[in-house]
């Protein structure tokens, strides 16, 4: 975003990118049996729910929904211009090769300085947020939860409060949901599937930040 891709675009790849992957769409599929249903089932509906989200910051959000600081920031990226002087003469080219080498270091060094302040930045609300996961599995009483899905619709929101507190991961949440087919059927399991991974407590806790 700060580089420019609009907000919509940028929400819509967050939404997919931990369910629509390679390594996610294969671990379901193993987790259901070797049966692609599961798994198409659950590629797209986290397509539609990204569609969705993304055509609404696109089209209906007159707001930013960047915190102001992050919005002031990219607003002053994007009026920032950089003006090059091109010399001339017998040395061009040697120049040129030398001001390239510059550039390429800078740009490593820019890489790595942003990869450590990006660690520290989100590792705390990744580690509060894993904290708070654990916790939840751990106290939360998931037989009551389970009990209360006698209904479809109520099965439904229960694999939703399920997904957002056991906060797992993309790749580990298929097995889960294969383990709880038969207790809940198809419909609460895809929405466990398609919800967990694009809101839980780290994830929240992390895009607050921004």
């Known amino acids: 975003v700060k580089k420019g891709v609009p907000v919509h675009t940028a929400f819509a ?17 193993i987790a259901f049996g070797n049966s692609w249903e599961m798994a198409g089932w659950r590629m797209v509906g986290s397509f539609v729910v990204a569609l969705i989200i993304g055509i609404w910051l696109a089209y209906f959000q007159k707001e ?19 003006h090059h002087d091109h010399t001339h003469g017998s040395n061009e080219h040697e120049e040129v090769k030398i001001g390239r080498i510059k550039q390429l270091s800078q740009q490593t060094g820019h890489v790595l300085t942003h990869s450590i302040d990006e660690f ?27 009990t209360l899905g006698s209904t479809k619709l109520l099965a439904i929101i229960i694999m939703l409060l399920l997904a957002f507190t056991m906060s797992l991961c993309s790749e580990a949440d298929a097995f889960i949901g294969s383990s709880l087919l038969s207790l809940f059927g198809t419909a609460p399991v895809v929405a466990f ?13 992390m895009m607050k930040r921004y």
């Open 120 to 146: 520290f930045d989100t590792g705390r609300y990744l580690i509060v947020g894993g904290l708070i996961a654990a916790s939840m599995q751990t106290y939360l009483p998931t037989r009551v939860m389970l």
């Open 64 to 82: 930013s929904v960047l915190k102001t600081k992050i919005q002031q920031t990219i607003d002053h990226n994007h009026h920032h211009t950089h």
């Open 193 to 205: 599937l398609v919800f967990g991974p694009m809101v839980d407590i780290k994830n929240l806790l």
């Open 13 to 29: 790849f967050m939404l997919t990118a931990p369910i629509i992957n390679p390594i996610v769409i294969f671990s379901t599929f």
